[in-house]
């Protein structure tokens, strides 16, 4: 849905206000997902398991903004967000403070000279490992597959083992999957989607 003006979003934001994650200590066990998009995933996620907390991070305000008014119509009182870039937003998590980071469907950035970009690059696997606990987990689902391959090299590199790795996941058996918005529009034409869960070592 396209904002008709600057302002209409900012009063549309205006009106979600309390879902922005505020200061203070954060709850456990925590869950976050980075990159929401338009939340159906997160949504939906955090309906079916109200024991958990959630936060959302996404650095788009007018994608954001419908993420929190789902959050907002379903009355979710264990769903908050974050509207910035990950990495500047990296030291409101402390130290072992997330149990699970959901990656889904997670910016390509094809080309090598923007690979710092991409959620699974380095760069980002040693903000994750931090904030992490020691059981902390990264589920990542994706429909790109050079990013996938690109992934299965980087996640070993730097302090994570893979594993439940599909290059198929709807053909997988897997159960209980929750679709995102990319993964529906994906799926939909055909594309097969990639799958894999990773551990602190
Ligand atoms: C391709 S979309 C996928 C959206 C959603 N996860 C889905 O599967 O439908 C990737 C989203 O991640 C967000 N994003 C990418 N890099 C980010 C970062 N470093 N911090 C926060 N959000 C980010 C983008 O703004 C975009 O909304």
């Given at each position: 849905m396209r904002m008709r003006t600057r302002g209409h979003l900012d009063e549309r934001l205006e009106g979600c206000r309390q879902l922005f994650l505020g200061d203070g200590p954060l709850p456990s066990p925590l869950h976050i997902e980075i990159g929401c998009g338009k939340g159906d995933f997160i949504n939906q996620t955090a309906r079916l398991h109200p024991e958990?907390?959630?936060?959302?991070?996404?650095?788009?305000?007018?994608v954001i903004v419908l993420a929190m008014e789902k959050a907002k119509a379903a009355e979710l009182t264990n769903l908050k967000f974050i509207l910035g870039d990950f990495a500047a937003n990296a030291e409101r998590f402390p130290d072992g403070s997330v149990d699970r980071i959901y990656l889904n469907f997670s910016d390509p950035w094809p080309k090598n000279g923007y690979a710092k970009r991409?959620?699974?690059?380095?760069?980002?696997?040693e903000l994750y490992k931090r904030i992490l606990s020691d059981k902390g987990e990264i589920h990542f689902k994706t429909d790109n597959?050079?990013?996938?391959?690109?992934?299965?090299?980087?996640?070993?590199?730097n302090?994570?083992?893979?594993?439940?790795?599909?290059?198929?996941?709807?053909n997988s058996g897997f159960e209980g999957n929750i679709m995102t918005e990319y993964e529906r529009r994906f799926s939909e034409m055909g594309t097969?989607?990639?799958?894999?869960v990773a551990k602190k070592v």
């Open positions: 958990l907390w959630y936060i959302a991070v996404e650095r788009v305000s007018n991409r959620l699974t690059h380095g760069r980002f696997l597959r050079e990013l996938f391959e690109f992934s299965l090299e980087t996640f070993p590199k302090g994570f083992t893979t594993g439940e790795v599909t290059f198929d996941l709807h097969p989607i990639c799958r894999l």
